[in-house]
């Protein structure tokens, strides 16, 4: 396969981006050093140069076109002065975060075929020492010189033929990359995997499907875990006080015809807690056991230290794709909370002490169709929600839409989708709309609304400015009052936002990036 990288500019040695930095990444609010920003999950800065006050004056600073007529998910990280994101398929990009100014271009020719769910997407890189790590469509992991954008190494995580995909931002822990893989719709056996930044080898692979024998197999019947699904394709969050990598996995496989995996179908749909060393699972919470309704858990973990319950807890806060919030116990998996936080019709309501759902009658798919709310893309999905620690507010997108749920027969043939019929997913008289809400992170409950037009794809970001930011289909990217929701700023960037927001500094001014359409849109204030 013929690997190509073009340097356009001189770049500046960029510093070590060492495990040391990842961890105090708080402190470093003029940075943006991983998908989520910090370990913890938050999509929180501490900036306040840009806030309520003088939000209103934001202006476009540069635009980066992107060559692509794929989807833009990309959320870019910013260390030293550089930026670095990925374009569509499986490129990398490095800029001046100053000026957008293009430093170098890694360009991966890809297959002619690779199959994939859901567009040929990549929603970002990471940064460790002087290297840069990107997985592929065709499901290779990468590390690049973060200074010229050079192959330092490439390893095969999966054999893309199967259904096989790398779309998720990596993670490093430690000294290792931890790499998601997708392919739910095709029938993928999912699996979490750590390997070496230095040299590329496997250090330990955590299948979210177990094999017979396995703890957990039991939740499955004859062979269908081979076929199980369980993809675990958004990133995860890291706790390095208990060693902890939680991490979300997807729907189990075939989508919405169940009676081939009767049972639990153990780990799809779950909360999944490694040892960071050895991937050895410590604990587990399943979202929604037996799924037919396509609802992943592949939310980013929200990682926050409060008192709950009359105790200080480490808690993880969870908005999932099925239409509840969760709160779990980050140290032992135990529900602590949950709560309804937009429209649903296919339960009753959660299990005050175990919060597995107790399900409604005739609700699953069937043959001429079943109206289900939420729709198959949920309440909410993989873009990510925020916490801001000022507040004390979760905030995140919502969809309120349903869908027709179909269900049918369907054998599976390696590489070719493996879903068990295909739902009406967009109804034509009902589209639906979306939502960001602010909710109280400890009871669920909502404490303010900002409405959209329609479903929203796009992440936010929060800051101590107490401002949100984020992004709409008919690309808005607008500011939001942290503590009332109100309507503070917006531009229309031309271009749907199916991406993440960020912040940091350049040259001593707050700047605003996120994708939208086919491009990098950088705001800082007007002077």
């Known amino acids: 396969m013929k690997l190509v990288f073009c340097i356009l500019a001189a770049l500046p040695l960029p510093a070590q981006v060492t495990y040391e930095r990842l961890l105090n990444a708080p402190k470093e609010p003029g940075n943006w050093l991983m998908y989520s920003g910090r370990y913890s999950g938050w999509r929180y800065s501490d900036l306040t140069q840009i806030n309520q006050t003088n939000v209103s004056r934001l202006k476009t600073k540069w635009v980066y076109q992107m060559p692509t007529t794929h989807l833009v998910e990309t959320t870019p990280l910013v260390a030293d002065g550089v930026m670095y994101f990925t374009e569509p398929p499986s490129n990398v990009v490095a800029v001046d975060a100053e000026t957008g100014k293009q430093f170098w271009r890694y360009r991966r020719a890809t297959p002619q075929k690779v199959n994939v769910c859901c567009g040929q997407v990549n929603r970002g890189v990471a940064l460790a020492e002087d290297r840069v790590f990107v997985g592929t469509v065709d499901a290779h992991l ?36 931890i790499c998601g893989i997708a392919g739910g719709e095709y029938g993928i056996r999912g699996f979490l995997d750590a390997y070496d930044l230095k040299t590329g080898k496997r250090r330990w692979r955590f299948y979210t499907i177990p094999a017979p024998g396995d703890k957990g197999s039991e939740t499955w019947s004859g062979d269908a ?69 396509d609802w992943d858990s592949v939310q980013v973990p929200v990682l926050v230290d409060e008192e709950m319950q009359g105790q200080k ?51 699953d798919p069937s043959p001429e169709g079943t109206y289900v709310w939420p729709g198959v893309q949920g309440a909410t999905n993989w873009y990510s929600p925020s916490y801001n620690p ?43 709309h979306g939502a960001i809400r602010a909710l109280n992170p400890k009871t669920g409950e909502r404490m303010w ?11 936010l970001l929060s800051t101590a400015g107490r401002v949100v930011f984020g992004g709409s289909d008919e690309g808005y990217i607008f500011a939001l009052d942290a503590g009332t929701g109100k309507e503070l700023w917006r531009q229309n960037t031309g271009g749907m936002i199916r991406a993440n927001p960020i912040t940091f500094t350049s040259k001593g001014k707050q700047v605003v990036a996120i994708a939208a359409g086919n491009a990098i849109f950088a705001f800082d204030l007007i002077p």
Do not use: C
Request: hydrophobic share 35%.
């Open 142 to 177: 990468v590390a690049l010189d973060a200074k010229t954008g050079a192959v330092l190494w490439d390893v095969e995580v999966a054999d893309y033929t199967k259904g096989y995909s790398v779309t998720v931002a990596p993670l490093v822990v430690k000294d290792m990359v």
């Open 390 to 432: 000022l507040t004390k507010y979760f905030y995140l997108a919502v969809w309120e839409n349903r869908s027709v749920y179909r269900k049918g027969d369907q054998e599976y043939s390696p590489g070719n989708r493996y879903i068990g019929s295909v739902p009406l997913i967009d109804l034509p008289d009902e589209p639906g």
């Open 449 to 459: 609304e900002y409405k959209l037009h329609t479903k929203p794809w796009a992440g």
């Open 225 to 293: 875990w081979k076929t199980g699904g369980g993809s675990t394709w958004v990133t995860g969050a890291f706790d390095p006080e208990q060693n902890l990598i939680i991490w979300g996995t997807g729907n189990p496989s075939p989508d919405w015809n169940g009676d081939v995996r009767p049972g639990d179908n153990l780990y799809s749909d779950s909360a999944i807690a490694l040892d960071a060393d050895t991937g050895a699972l410590k604990w587990y919470y399943q979202h929604v056991p037996h799924d037919v309704h």
């Open 313 to 363: 807890r480490k808690l993880v806060y969870w908005a999932h794709r099925n239409a509840f919030y969760y709160v779990l116990d980050r140290t032992n998996g135990k529900f602590v909370l949950g709560k309804q936080f937009a429209t649903q019709t296919w339960a009753k309501g959660l299990d005050p002490a175990t919060g597995r759902p107790v399900r409604l009658p005739n609700v």
